[in-house]
């Protein structure tokens, strides 16, 4: 197996702990705000990760990432955030509605924190963009469980903005996220 270039991937290798004290000081600093100029910035690289997957995806496959079976998808996305250093994935679905993103060992939330709310903001922005070139549409994403709130893993919602604007708003009136995912299937087929 070849060893990742960061450079020739328009990547740089930078501290864990630098990206969690970043996150932790602006979240501190600047409240809800923060949550948006994250995922600006996570959006911004998602042209770049996607340009890195799929040279990586070259050089150990003959087959293009939007030629890959679920299955196949799921292990070399799973084997990309790996090696880069931000964790492992499961891909799934719930109700046909929405893709899951799973992680137990997500870069960006610190099982440390006790959050109220979901605080992968720059994994959820540059997922928006990555997912979103890998489809050929736009996508929305949304965080629904973090193990910066206890969870034992993080857990992202990918899916069309309508359905996952139709999810939050459900989820904001008390609603669970599976449930708020089951209606949108059933209200949006």
Known sequence: M???DFRAHGLAAFP????I???????RDHGPE???ALQEAGYAGGETVYAAFTNWL???SEIGAEHLDVEAFQERASEF?????WGTLSVGAIDDAVATLDAADWW???GEDRLDAPGCHLTTGLFADLFGRLAGTQVAVL???????????????VGSPDVLEFVYEDMTQGATYQDAVAAAAHTTA
Not at 16 to 19: E, G, I, N, P
Not at 21 to 27: D, E, G, I, N, S
Not at 81 to 85: D, I, P, V
Request: charged share 30%; hydrophobic share 50%; with cysteine.
């Open 2 to 4: 070849a060893s990742l």
């Open 16 to 19: 864990r702990a630098s990206l």
């Open 21 to 27: 004290a970043l996150r932790r000081a602006l979240l």
């Open 34 to 36: 923060a949550a948006g």
């Open 58 to 60: 070259a050089e150990r």
């Open 81 to 85: 955030f790996s090696e880069f250093g």
């Open 108 to 110: 960006e939330a610190d």
């Open 143 to 157: 965080e629904v469980e973090c193990r910066a709130m206890g969870h034992a893993q993080c857990r992202f919602l």
